[in-house]
């Protein structure tokens, strides 16, 4: 775990500690204590990418990096992680610029990646950022790719419906006609 995450992962767990018990006698709500949570490191990443793909081809891992906070998070930045190998980042850049998010916003972020190996990838994208002068980040959830030979094909389930009551059509006219 990066060093930042974990000034911020014991920073959490102090200050929850410290609003459980200072609550007994303070009176603090878990409203406040949600608050003061959120306050602390307010970003997120929800990570986005398609669960087959044919190798050779192009396809888009998309980040979403939200301010669950009120304060505007400066300096903002994501960075894909990609396998070393198996999977190619086709632009060389894996950490995009994404600015200034203002409080309860989002900014996307997308990186086209290729398929080049036959296998299963696991993807992953970290977004930091500035708040009150401090660096904050956060890591989103890992997207499982499976890069395949040629992608099965999927079937309608209309038209899976459809055959199966022509199916059963055929059979119902073959067992009426013989009466």
């Known amino acids: ?8 992962f014991f920073l959490t767990a102090f200050l929850t500690f410290f609003a459980v018990f200072s609550s007994l006698t303070t009176q ?3 409203l406040d204590v949600i608050k003061a949570l959120v306050t602390i490191n307010p970003m997120g990443v929800v990570v986005s990418a398609p669960a087959e793909v044919e190798v050779g081809k192009t396809f888009k891992v998309e980040a979403v990096v939200q ?21 190619v980042l086709n ?9 200034a998010i203002q409080g309860f916003r989002e900014k996307k972020a997308v990186w086209p990646v290729k398929g080049e190996t036959v296998g299963s990838y696991i993807i992953y994208v970290s977004a930091s950022g500035e708040l009150d002068g401090q660096v904050i980040g956060a890591e989103g959830n890992s997207v499982v790719v499976e890069v395949l030979k040629k992608i099965r094909p999927t079937r309608n389930n209309s038209e899976l419906f459809s055959k199966i009551l022509d199916i059963f059509r055929a059979w119902f006219k073959s067992k009426t006609e013989s009466l």
Request: glycine share 8%; charged share 35%.
């Open 91 to 99: 632009k060389k850049d894996a950490e995009k610029e994404l600015g």
């Open 67 to 87: 301010n669950k906070g009120s304060k505007e998070v400066s300096s903002a930045k994501a960075k894909i992680f990609l396998p070393a190998d198996g999977l």
């Open 1 to 8: 775990m990066p060093r930042t995450h974990l000034k911020v």
């Open 28 to 30: 603090a709500s878990p």
